[in-house]
């Protein structure tokens, strides 16, 4: 009785200890030592040399478990390896049998679970329910030249069916113009300690991080003054060791050429285990389709500044009595930016113009069946930076324009008359429309002078609300005066502000709103009130 009670508080103290850290421990029946032996407790890295004898290591479940055991063994680099798992169960009393390493016969005990030989590449083996008693990993390199291996074993809810060979992760790849941004999950095996390293080739998947450096090892003999910008499309071959980053976004890319793109995680040096991958083919965007009369939205930075449309004209096209069949209407509308502009029909370039703020294009002599392509692009990378993102529509029916049909000159004219530092009038050109159409007049009162500010006549049409205007962040103090009314057809309409202040500065700004339609806006005019008479 004395005898097994003192088994049951040596095994409790050591099972205490393996539970929480790597350790050496002696298992044997009567309790003297035959040879130390190396412990792996679960959930852990554990790296260790390994030679051309044979070198065990333990892993032990005191009880009964039901989460399912993992174990993974990673070669170091250009290394060869062989190991098996050999599992013991334990006796009736909770104990295990005498392992004698100075026994030649010590290699037969325990039953066979799997045997494998591995040359730097990472292989895992799942076993399921993890059984109450030793797992033995014997490993010895296969060269006879000495190594290094990392060891992991994990104590997981669920796992799938068991299965041999790398565990599964992906990675997400989004584009963006000419970029693609790459993004992994981090390592679920000691994220915080982990570093990463990214191989792109256009040539194959690399299966081990040695593989990639012996390629380019290669490259450099061949040619000495080799770097990563002589390569050709078809011999692209990178390493960049990102530290802890999880993300990379890769530039330089060529339509067509397919990228294989390889992650894989280092616990330290010459230590790297297959993280993940992902194969990715670059090719140019296509058009966005159009559909008749539906406007289509997109941001144009997240493009890099380009972005092309397709419309077909329909077999079916619905005629209008105020517009012949065979016209084609488009508008573009930039937010924020400048943009160039291409329309093309098979190729053949019709229409190539500069917009900013909001332009109307009429195509004629169309037919039915013919696909038209739009292309706008940013006019430089600045404006990449500042644009927003751009609104394009293209219809067959001109009632089906959400905007009103502004005249080509949009300025707004200050009236010279008598000198007068209290009001001014102002005219500008009706909108076409054959519906009536509400103009507003809006006077804002800048307290900063408009000298120290980047004043720009033209507006940013995408502020100009649905009937309502928005004001921009640039004037912030100010009062505002306003004045709504329906104004008539084909002639130029006039308005006379009231009650202005002397040596003040103003911004005159006209909108005009379609009913049940859009509003957009005349060009800024600039008031300066610092004489006596208006300047």
Sequence with gaps: MLVRLWLAVLMTVLLTVVAFKPLEANLTRDGHSLKQMNVIPPDSDYIVP???SRTKFLILIHQDSDRDLSVTVTPSCNSMLNWDLKFIPLTKYNQTVVISWNNNKSSDI?????EYTGVSIPATYQHGKAKRGLYVISAQ???GEDSKAMFYVGLNQNLRKNQFGFRPNGIKIKKGGQKIYLRWNL??????LMKYSLVVSSSKIYSTICEAEMR???????NPTYTEDDLQPEDRLEIHHLGHNTSYTMTDLIYDETYYFTVFVFHELHIATHHANATYKFQKSKPIGLKDARPRIINLRAQNGKASFRYKVGNKMQLEKDGPSNTLYWYVMPCDGVVNVEIRCRKTLLISQRV?????FIINNTKRGERYVL???SVSVDETQRIRSIEVMATVRPTMIPMPDMPRNLSVQQYVGPDDCNSVKIGWLSANSLTDLKYCVYVQENTNNLESVDFSVKPDQCKVGYGKIRRSDVYNNYRTKTRCYIGEKGIVLVEKILKLKPLTTYTIQVTVTKPRGRTLSYDFLKLDTNSCGLN
């Design 50 to 52: 390994v030679t051309k």
């Design 110 to 114: 325990g039953r066979l679970l799997i």
């Design 141 to 143: 390199t296969a060269t």
């Design 187 to 192: 390592s679920h095996i000691d994220h915080h």
């Design 216 to 222: 380019l090892e290669e490259k450099l003999k061949t």
């Design 356 to 360: 900013f703020g909001y332009e109307k």
């Design 375 to 377: 292309k706008v692009e």
